[in-house]
């Protein structure tokens, strides 16, 4: 059942960002890209992150592409005539895309146990029966703290010096976006 | 357990997100795919993390906040670039080509 709930879901945000990069009005390009961005949502439902779906909603589908949508309109571009590139540019990219999918897709055939198997093998990255104690790890500490508590318990402990570089990092995003806005500086 | 099949679905998005890159002039779709190219990733992290515990789920927390930072000042500079030269069209703006 969650397989197909996923296929369904795996659908939509291929089809709708299939649409994205073709449409040739930018609005309806954005609004294709949210479409995406929900399934997305979905499906880390599925895979047992509901915080991060709560999030993805919140900040991609709304935050961010509120922004895109603003500057659309902003500048007025609702109307844009044609702007794909030349059949050169449209064979290189099959190619390359077609190379890249070959490459990438092999990822497809990865298991939990393959995966187990194969970190195990390499050379000191962590003792490999820590790591997969007994199953997934991360719904065993869902139970034990919570979906919340489980991001937000080691967010503010192992990752807290992190954490506070990024604050320091949206500042400067926003003193940047502020002073690259300003008709004169 | 949907890792392999979530894997191959980042795998697709993320190609997707180059293809528009690489296929489109406009700046704002450009922006768009590079965000799409970001979501994939962060379905990586996120099935990789059913594993690994909740590391994963943080670093999605921080891919957010750079993409959300990179889109706006990335607009911004849209913005500033449209105000000069009236176009966002990536064939106009050949400043830096030599």
Known sequence: MTHAIFYVFAAIAVVSATLCILQRNPVSAALWLVSTMFSLAAIYVLLDAQFIAAIQVLVYAGAVMVLFLFVIMLLNLGRASSDFRGPSSVAATIVIVGLLVIELTALWRYTPRRLASEIAQAPAFADPASVFAAGPLAQQEAAARGVVGAIAAPLFQVYLVPFEITSILLLAAIVGAVVLAKRKV | ?98
């Open chain 2, 1 to 98: 357990m949907l890792l392999g099949p979530a894997l191959g679905l980042s795998a697709i998005l993320f190609s997707l997100g180059v293809a528009g890159v690489l296929l489109r002039r406009n700046a704002i779709i450009l922006f768009m795919c590079v965000e799409l190219m970001l979501n994939a990733v962060n379905l990586t992290f996120v099935a990789l993390a059913q594993l690994y515990g909740s590391s994963g789920y943080i670093m999605v927390f921080f891919v957010m906040t750079v993409a959300a930072a990179e889109a706006a000042v990335g607009l911004a500079i849209i913005l500033a670039i449209f105000r000069h030269k009236r176009s966002v069209d990536l064939q106009n703006i050949n400043l830096l080509r030599g």
